[in-house]
């Protein structure tokens, strides 16, 4: 079975089913009254250096939440130089609580190997990707406490096989590239005074010092952009919401619009001023042109075209 999560894949294992697993795998001592660091979120992340922890510290370590723990540990692979995934979660199969996560287990991005048979397909077109996975062994487990009702590293692994990414790399990494807040921020500023994406991506890598350094990708930008679309109004909305600034700029626009039973847009009519005043002087014939074929909303689009006759000749006036 198969977990979509943050569009990393995770096996599910129930719990009966999960051998218990030494918590010594770290080589540390820990010792019994070693003071707990609890941490509650990325907002609490400024007082740690993360560079310096130990597998000790990690052994100390409890989180608020699940997501604080793989946001921990994703911060600790940042600073390290490796990226990071979700792996195998444990849930609960008692009556009343199935599915609910009771540990889950993280891993470097390069840990497990290629499947040999996507190696050896016979029916390939295209040349395989590169390899990225080696078997590397770096791992954290973590386990929720019903008691505190927080979550300990029950496992921490930091055997690497392979090279760590250098410092001006790591923001490019599947775990930690992402558009930041501020950068959104300032992105919508430009784009606002009309910068094209590609000006955009380029400004970014001005202020950065290099394309690397930037912390995304330029098509992270595309799709902060089209989730921002999304997310705000739908094609419809945003249609009658642009008539309706026209309207601001043209005191002749006009457009009317109808509903269906579900109250989605069934019918949309707009004609601006200059095509409602070229159609007072030029009104001799009017053209019903219903020859375009639907498009992706299923909807038909209809042209109304004015003709007038001018020294025996047909002559176009408008169209609306």
């Given at each position: 079975?198969?977990?979509?999560?943050?569009?990393?894949?995770?096996?599910?294992?129930?719990?009966?089913?999960?051998?218990?697993?030494?918590?010594s795998?770290?080589?540390?001592?820990?010792?019994?009254?070693?003071?707990?660091?609890?941490?509650?979120?990325?907002?609490?992340?400024?007082?740690?250096?993360?560079?310096?922890?130990?597998?000790?510290?990690?052994?100390?370590?409890?989180?608020?939440?699940?997501?604080?723990?793989?946001?921990?540990?994703?911060?600790?692979?940042?600073?390290?130089?490796?990226?990071?995934r979700?792996s195998?979660?444990?849930?609960?199969?008692?009556?009343?609580?199935?599915g609910?996560i009771?540990w889950?287990?993280?891993?470097?991005?390069?840990?497990?190997?290629?499947?040999?048979?996507h190696?050896?397909?016979?029916?390939?077109?295209?040349?395989?990707?590169?390899?990225?996975?080696?078997?590397?062994?770096?791992?954290?487990?973590?386990?929720?406490?019903?008691?505190?009702?927080?979550w300990?590293?029950?496992?921490?692994?930091d055997?690497?096989n392979?090279?760590?990414?250098?410092?001006?790399?790591?923001g490019l990494?599947?775990?930690?590239?992402?558009?930041?807040?501020?950068?959104?921020?300032?992105?919508?500023?430009?784009?606002?005074?009309?910068?094209?994406?590609?000006?955009i991506?380029?400004?970014?890598?001005?202020?950065?010092?290099g394309?690397e350094?930037?912390?995304?990708?330029?098509?992270?930008i595309?799709?902060?952009?089209?989730?921002?679309?999304?997310?705000?109004?739908?094609?419809a909305?945003?249609?009658?919401?642009?008539?309706?600034?026209?309207r601001?700029?043209?005191?002749g626009?006009?457009?009317?619009?109808s509903?269906?039973?579900?109250?989605?847009?069934?019918?949309?009519f707009?004609?601006?001023?200059?095509?409602?005043?070229?159609y007072?002087?030029?009104?001799?014939?009017?053209?019903?042109?219903?020859?375009?074929?639907?498009?992706k909303?299923?909807?038909?689009?209809?042209?109304?075209?004015?003709?007038t006759?001018i020294?025996?000749?047909?002559?176009?006036?408008t169209?609306?």
């Amino acid at each position: 079975m198969q977990d979509a999560d943050d569009g990393m894949s995770g096996e599910t294992v129930p719990v009966e089913e999960v051998e218990a697993m030494d918590s010594s795998t770290a080589d540390a001592d820990i010792d019994a009254e070693a003071a707990v660091r609890i941490v509650e979120g990325i907002g609490s992340f400024g007082a740690i250096e993360f560079s310096s922890l130990t597998a000790k510290d990690m052994l100390t370590t409890e989180f608020t939440s699940l997501q604080a723990a793989y946001d921990y540990y994703n911060e600790f692979g940042r600073m390290k130089g490796f990226s990071v995934r979700r792996s195998k979660v444990g849930r609960r199969t008692k009556q009343g609580a199935e599915g609910e996560i009771i540990w889950q287990v993280f891993v470097c991005s390069r840990e497990g190997e290629r499947d040999g048979k996507h190696m050896h397909r016979e029916d390939r077109k295209k040349d395989p990707r590169p390899i990225t996975r080696c078997g590397c062994e770096a791992r954290n487990k973590v386990h929720a406490d019903d008691a505190s009702e927080r979550w300990f590293v029950e496992q921490f692994c930091d055997n690497h096989n392979h090279p760590m990414l250098y410092a001006r790399f790591r923001g490019l990494s599947r775990s930690h590239r992402a558009v930041k807040e501020g950068d959104l921020h300032q992105i919508n500023s430009m784009r606002k005074s009309g910068l094209r994406v590609p000006t955009i991506f380029c400004a970014f890598a001005n202020q950065s010092g290099g394309f690397e350094t930037v912390g995304f990708e330029i098509k992270d930008i595309y799709n902060v952009i089209e989730k921002q679309r999304r997310a705000g109004t739908t094609d419809a909305e945003f249609a009658l919401k642009f008539l309706g600034n026209l309207r601001t700029t043209d005191s002749g626009m006009f457009w009317r619009y109808s509903l269906d039973v579900d109250k989605r847009l069934e019918n949309l009519f707009w004609c601006d001023g200059t095509s409602r005043y070229d159609y007072s002087v030029f009104s001799d014939v009017l053209g019903f042109d219903a020859t375009y074929g639907r498009n992706k909303y299923k909807c038909p689009l209809v042209i109304f075209s004015g003709w007038t006759i001018i020294c025996g000749r047909w002559c176009s006036a408008t169209t609306s």
